[in-house]
């Protein structure tokens, strides 16, 4: 069984930071792409970034230059720092892992964590 626990949302200031983290546990053999998402009320949910275990990265153009993903391979933990965050930055987010569990036989699935919060106050 693998699990993914997030934390680090909250209420901001909007121009203020916050650093989420996602740390996945478990019957893991091997994580491959680690990803944030984002789902604002009424609109559907959204890749905002992600990390492949060898460090590659891609964003979503609307926080280029103001979020950075990141991950640490040996705690199976991936983070996203958000700086400069603004109104529209506000929605619950995701930590999303391409994870084979158990052994090297096991197929890729992907596993959810169960959100949190970012509100960011104009």
């Known amino acids: 069984q693998v699990q993914l626990v997030e934390s680090g949302g909250g209420l901001v200031q909007a121009g203020g930071s916050l650093r989420l983290s996602c740390a996945a546990s478990g019957s893991i053999f091997r994580i491959n792409v680690m990803g944030w998402y984002r789902q604002a009320p009424g609109e559907q949910r959204e890749l905002v970034a992600a990390?492949?275990?060898?460090?590659?990265?891609n964003y979503v153009d609307s926080v280029k230059g103001r979020f950075t993903i990141s991950r640490d391979n040996a705690k199976n933990t991936v983070y996203l720092q958000m700086n400069s965050l603004k109104p529209e930055d506000t929605a619950v987010y995701y930590c999303?892992?391409?994870?084979?569990?158990?052994?090297?036989?096991?197929?890729?699935?992907?596993?959810w964590g169960q959100g949190t919060h970012v509100t960011v106050s104009s």
């Open positions: 990390v492949t275990s060898g460090g590659s990265t």
């Open positions: 999303n892992a391409n994870i084979r569990p158990y052994s090297i036989y096991s197929n890729f699935y992907d596993y």
